[in-house]
């Protein structure tokens, strides 16, 4: 099991920037696949980013180029950076970590941080 807490969401500017963290409560090795979703008002919960466990990474096409995903392994934490923010990208944000399990797999989420990009 892990537990995930994120924090760094906010009010910001369009073209602004944020920085998210989430930091989990076991070594970030240990965890396969550790990223980030989101969900807009009235919308389903999007991919983001994730990097795996072997540092590989993903990003859906809308933020590539402006989000940076990475990772301080002595804080157990994830971070995503965000540049060049728009009103688009207003949304819950979510961490997610996948756990391999005895036959399986377990999939976890933080409570979410609200990012409001608004003038």
């Known amino acids: 099991q892990v537990q995930l807490v994120e924090s760094g969401g906010g009010l910001v500017q369009p073209g602004g920037s944020l920085r998210l963290s989430c930091a989990a409560s076991r070594s970030i090795f240990s965890i396969n696949v550790i990223g980030w979703y989101r969900q807009a008002p009235g919308k389903q919960r999007e991919f983001v980013a994730t990097m795996s466990k072997d540092g590989s990474i993903s990003y859906v096409d809308s933020v590539n180029g402006r989000f940076t995903i990475s990772r301080d392994n002595a804080k157990n934490t994830v971070y995503l950076a965000m540049n060049s923010l728009t009103p688009e990208d207003t949304a819950v944000y979510y961490c997610?970590?996948?756990?391999?399990?005895?036959?399986?797999?377990?999939?976890?989420w933080g409570q979410g941080t609200q990012v409001t990009v608004s003038s």
């Open positions: 997610n970590a996948v756990v391999e399990l005895g036959g399986g797999y377990g999939y976890y």
